[in-house]
Structures are given as C-alpha cells and as structure tokens.
C-alpha cells in the first residue's frame, strides 16, 4: 500500500475513534441528565463512529498495510445544553468530512484509485450525518429548550435513535 496513503488512513482511523469517544461522552452525559432520547442517538452515534473506525481498519490491513490503533485523550464529559451538544455533532461532523476530503484528494495524487474508491461510501456517509445534525439543530430552534420543548424534542431522539438502529450500515 502507498505510504503517504497508509499514513493518512491511519489518521482517519484515529480520528474515527476520537468521535467514537466523544459521542459517548455525550451520551453519557445526556443519560445523566435524564435525556433518554438523546442518550440513546448519541450511544448509536458512537457506534457507528466505532464502525467507521473497524471499516478502516480491515481496509487497511488487508490492503497489506498495518492499521494503528491510536491512543485518545479524554473528551469534553460537561455540556451546557442539547443546543451545544448537537451544535458540536454538526461542527465535528464537518471537520470529519474535510479530513475525508483531503485523504481522497491524497489518493487522487497519488493515484490510488481503489482507496479513493473505497471512500466514496464516507464521502456519502458524511453528506447524511452533516444534514442529519443540521435537520436536528433546526428542530431544537422550532421546539425551544424550555421543558416543554426539551421533552418533545427528546422523545423524537428516542424515536430517531430507534429508526437509526433498525437501518443496516451499508
Ligand atoms: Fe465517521 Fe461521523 O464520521
């Protein structure tokens, strides 16, 4: 396998991970708060992140590279509200898909056209996870952060998370 393309899919299998963990600290946190909902899309989220992470992974090795499993710092475990919370999904979710961008860019250059073919499903990955965090944030604008609306927009969550885990990955 191409160097320069192993090193940068093993970024990205960093940077999988670090989702993974940062989506179960706000699971977490949102499960602490009794935000069932929440909790619940979060814990998937993080799943999936795991799954892009193995994707990665059984790639690479058995493109007859070695996949690195990476060391990660602990994450941000406090948040202000679900406004933040998602506001971050969608902010991280972006930059996600700019490192996707540029590893694809790095096959082009480097003429690996079967990597750049195996990341067109994260590049179609990411166009759903950014408009799904975007469909959410104007959810939670609509729905407001007061008791009433937190409760709805909540049990939506729950209804969302539920749909998520009933649809295969690929
Ligand atoms: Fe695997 Fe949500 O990026």
């Known amino acids: 396998m191409n160097t320069r393309v ?3 899919l093993n970024e990205q299998i960093k940077k999988e991970a670090e989702s993974s963990h940062f989506y179960l600290a706000i699971a977490s946190w949102a499960e602490e708060k009794g935000l069932n909902g929440t909790a619940t899309f979060f814990y998937a989220q993080s799943d999936e992140e795991r799954f892009h992470m193995l994707k990665l992974i059984h790639f690479v090795n058995e493109r007859g590279g070695k996949a690195l499993i990476p060391g990660i710092n602990a994450p941000q475990n406090d948040f202000d509200g679900i406004k933040q ?3 971050l999904l969608l902010e991280h979710e972006v930059a996600v898909t700019e490192s996707i961008n540029k590893l694809v860019e790095i096959c082009l250059e480097e003429k690996d056209y079967t990597t750049q073919n195996f990341l067109q499903w994260y590049v179609a990955e990411q ?5 799904q965090a975007k469909t959410i944030l104007d959810r939670i604008n609509l729905t407001g952060e007061d008791k009433g609306g937190l409760y709805l927009f909540d049990r939506d ?3 969302m998370a539920s749909q998520k885990e009933q649809m295969p990955e690929q």
């Not at 166009?127 to 408009?131: D, F, N, R």
Request: aromatic residues 8%.
């Open 127 to 131: 166009l759903e996870e950014e408009a």
């Open 157 to 159: 969550m729950e209804q």
């Open 6 to 8: 192993e090193k940068a």
């Open 85 to 87: 919370v998602f506001g």
